[in-house]
Every structure is written in C-alpha cells, then in structure tokens.
C-alpha cells in the first residue's frame, strides 16, 4: 500500500489523503472523550488539518523549497507525524479543559455573573489545558540528545549518518510536531470553548 502511495504523482490526491489521516485522527480523538461536546468532530478534524498542514507546509514549502519535498514520499510520512502527535495534544487538551471546568465551575459562574463573557471566565482553565497539552513535547524537547534518542536520530545514527546531522534532522521534526500542536490546541480549544456557553455567556451544564 505504502509502495503505491510514494508513487503517486498527483498533489491533490496527496493532500486528500492528508486530511482522510485527519479524519480519522479527528474520530478516534472523540471516541476517546469521556463526555464529547456537540459538534466535536468538525472541530478536531478542521484543527488537527489545519495545524498538520501548517506544520509540513512551513517546512516543505518556505524552509526547504525544494521540490522533491513536495512528493508523496515526504508529504505522507510527515503529515502522518504530525497528525499523530496532534491527536495526543489535542485530547490531552480537550480533556483537562472539561476537568478544568468542572473543578471550577462556581468560580466560572461567578465570574459570569459579574459580567465576563464565557472566553474571560474560562481563562484559566484554557491556560491549564494549554500548557498540559504541550508538557511531553517540551520535555521531550529539553531532554532530546541527553536521555531520549527518537525515531529519526536513531535510524539515522545506525545507518552511519553523523551524529550532529541526525540531530538537525531530528530538531527539525521536533519543531514541526511543537509547531503544529500549537496551532492545533490555539485552533481546537477556542473553538471547543464556545461549546460550553450559551450565546448569553451562561455555563452549559448538561456539559460539564
């Protein structure tokens, strides 16, 4: 199947297949939410894209411009890189927003009540899920090298590739997957967010 795929030479189908892995990343990410929101399917499957895209397309199209960046052989195993990793951010995120929530719901309705609107009253609790979401890919960042050798690095290392160009390769993936989770959780949880108030700003509790 794979061989089939790196020999494609159509963009576009490329790109179809991109967001088919987003899809499907966007599906599992709500099977396994305790209490999904109403419409969370759009939300992750439009976020996990756009992040995902963003991501490869920033790397393949401005910093390396270069075409062979463009074939099937690279789009496919870094767009899968980074939806896979977007799917773990993005429930991590999703999950201890509603936690988040729940815990501090009295505080959310007070501040309701005294007339912040729902973005302003959930603040804190999108600022913890936030910086949750992104702990193992900055640990994995801090510590990259030192104690954990990935998947690229490694496979290049055995494969007699020096070890200083296997760690650019590797910082480089590392970027794409930090880069994307960003744009995913900023795009996934402020759209999630409004799920949980009613357009009068009040806390909807069937959801929490």
């Given at each position: 199947?794979?061989?089939?795929?790196?020999?494609?030479?159509?963009?576009?189908?490329?790109?179809?297949?991109?967001?088919?892995?987003?899809?499907?990343?966007?599906?599992?990410?709500?099977g396994r939410m305790k209490k999904p929101y109403p419409g969370m399917l759009p939300i992750l499957w439009f976020s996990i894209a756009c992040g995902s895209f963003?991501?490869?397309?920033?790397?393949?199209?401005?910093?390396?411009?270069?075409?062979?960046?463009?074939?099937?052989?690279?789009?496919?195993?870094?767009?899968?890189?980074?939806?896979?990793?977007?799917?773990?951010?993005?429930?991590?995120?999703?999950?201890?927003?509603?936690?988040?929530?729940?815990?501090?719901?009295?505080?959310?309705?007070?501040?309701?009540?005294?007339?912040?609107?729902?973005?302003?009253?959930?603040?804190?609790?999108?600022?913890?899920?936030?910086?949750?979401?992104?702990?193992?890919?900055?640990?994995?960042?801090?510590?990259?090298?030192?104690?954990?050798?990935?998947?690229?690095?490694?496979?290049?290392?055995?494969?007699?590739?020096?070890?200083?160009?296997?760690?650019?390769?590797?910082?480089?993936?590392?970027?794409?997957?930090?880069?994307?989770?960003?744009?995913?959780?900023?795009?996934?949880?402020?759209?999630?967010?409004?799920?949980?108030?009613?357009?009068?700003?009040?806390?909807?509790?069937?959801?929490?």
């Amino acid at each position: 199947m794979l061989v089939y795929l790196f020999e494609l030479k159509n963009l576009w189908i490329v790109v179809a297949i991109l967001l088919g892995m987003a899809l499907i990343a966007a599906y599992t990410g709500r099977g396994r939410m305790k209490k999904p929101y109403p419409g969370m399917l759009p939300i992750l499957w439009f976020s996990i894209a756009c992040g995902s895209f963003f991501s490869v397309g920033y790397v393949t199209l401005i910093s390396m411009r270069d075409p062979v960046a463009l074939t099937p052989q690279y789009l496919i195993p870094l767009g899968g890189m980074i939806i896979g990793n977007s799917l773990n951010g993005i429930t991590l995120g999703v999950e201890r927003f509603h936690s988040e929530l729940s815990l501090q719901r009295d505080r959310v309705e007070c501040l309701l009540a005294m007339g912040a609107n729902g973005d302003r009253a959930s603040h804190d609790c999108l600022k913890a899920a936030f910086g949750a979401a992104m702990i193992p890919t900055i640990n994995a960042l801090m510590v990259l090298g030192l104690i954990q050798i990935p998947g690229i690095m490694t496979g290049q290392v055995m494969a007699g590739v020096s070890p200083v160009t296997a760690v650019m390769y590797q910082l480089v993936a590392m970027f794409m997957i930090a880069g994307g989770k960003v744009v995913v959780l900023t795009l996934g949880l402020r759209m999630g967010l409004r799920k949980y108030f009613t357009p009068e700003h009040q806390l909807r509790m069937d959801l929490v």
